[in-house]
């Protein structure tokens, strides 16, 4: 067999650690052995581990791969990957995230492998940190672009993003999610038994939001969404968010200032075809995005969703056919148009319709194992031909 070495930052909630999970699992019925090596979550993070170790995926910790830029422990992170990589020989190395993208293509790159494949799952050149800072960043990254074989990024938006920035020529694979429980039968009857356990009435309209809660995510105007459907609905609309992170302070607090919202906060929820199946809308908030999982799952369940412009949502979200986006940081926007859905349960299920059709033809975690591992192998071919 082929041997692929994978690195990624961490293995956190989210959607980089889902897709490494998706590509790792694969990885044997497509003749490649995979060896899976992460860093170590921050500490306010949930990790996927067990359901790692519940696919037959059981990654080697680098306790010196942290998401937080430190030189000494970025440079053992390199010192322990070129290590591992003498060890395996791989044919491919393949980074996903940042931190994992710098210091494992540095490290494929001194130990001379073959096939260095990078992911960039969403970025972080634009928005994140001071000019300064990302100039530093953007230099590093076309850098370490022209000592890689292929550039990956999960939607169109982010690879032309990337190449106007002269960091290569990216491929866009976009993301994949394992839809078969989304929208199912016993799906729908957990969701039934999730809106009792969360108290919310039968009649109520509910507007999911999952994700970390982090700045970027805009959980700030996801609490003004909320307030403003609180004082304008006609309809009792519930806001119900899945996901733990920093901000969610920001929640709590507006929870004990203004109980009388219609707001509940359920933690990390890991049955998420319950959780859409127990939501009527779903509603994403942030001011970047790669690919965002979080709608295509709700789609899939056959929500209409409400969305931010940004990234790549315009490719899962078809303005009209699957939901509605509205201007980035646009509180009122957002509000109105979760109003103009809450009362229109045939928009809702014409949206939603259209949304599962799309979602099950475009995105499935079937159609992301079979792009990246026909890109690694034409990689190999290449190879062998020289």
């Not at 791989?90 to 993208?101: E, F, L």
């Not at 908030?285 to 899939?300: H, K, N, V, Y």
């Amino acid at each position: 067999m082929r041997t692929i070495v994978r690195v990624i930052t961490r293995l956190n909630v989210g959607g980089p650690a889902r897709q490494v999970a998706t590509l790792t699992a694969a990885s044997e019925s497509q003749g490649f052995r995979t060896v899976l090596v992460s860093g170590v979550e921050d500490p306010d993070e949930e990790d996927l581990l067990e359901e790692l170790s519940s696919r037959g995926v059981r990654p080697t910790r680098l306790d010196s791969l942290r998401r937080a830029v430190d030189l000494r422990r970025d440079a053992r992170s390199v010192r322990e990957l070129r290590a591992l990589i003498r060890q395996h020989r791989p044919d491919i190395v393949h980074t996903h995230t940042a931190k994992a993208g710098a210091v494992g293509r540095w490290a494929a790159w001194r130990e001379r492998v073959p096939n260095i494949v990078h992911t960039f799952h969403g970025h972080s050149l634009r928005g994140y940190f001071s000019p300064l800072r990302s100039r530093c960043h953007l230099a590093i990254e076309r850098f370490l672009a022209k000592r890689s074989h292929a550039l990956l990024c999960v939607s169109r938006a982010d690879a032309e993003e990337l190449s106007a920035l002269g960091v290569g020529s990216p491929t866009v694979i976009r993301s994949g999610v394992e839809l078969a429980e989304f929208g199912s039968e016993d799906a729908l009857a957990r969701g039934r038994a999730c809106r009792e356990a969360w108290n919310v009435p039968p009649e109520a309209i509910v507007v999911g939001w999952a994700g970390r809660l982090t700045p970027i995510k805009r959980v700030d105007l996801l609490c003004d969404t909320v307030q403003r459907l609180g004082q304008r609905s006609p309809v009792p609309i519930w806001t119900v968010v899945a996901g733990v992170g920093p901000e969610r302070h920001r929640l709590e607090h507006m929870l004990r200032e203004r109980p009388e919202l219609r707001l509940r906060l359920i933690g990390r929820q890991t049955d998420m075809p319950a959780f859409w199946a127990a939501s009527d809308i779903g509603i994403l908030t942030s001011d970047r995005e790669g690919l965002p999982l979080a709608l295509i799952e709700a789609q899939a369940s056959r929500r209409p969703v409400v969305a931010t412009d940004v990234g790549g949502v315009g490719e899962i979200l078809v303005e009209e056919e699957t939901g509605i986006r509205v201007p980035p940081g646009d509180a009122e926007a957002l509000a109105a148009a979760i109003l103009k859905l809450a009362q229109d349960g045939d928009a809702r299920a014409r949206l939603g319709h259209e949304g599962r059709r799309r979602a099950l033809a475009e995105f499935s975690a079937e159609r992301l194992v079979t792009e990246t591992y026909a890109l690694y192998s034409s990689l190999l071919q290449s190879r062998a031909e020289e």
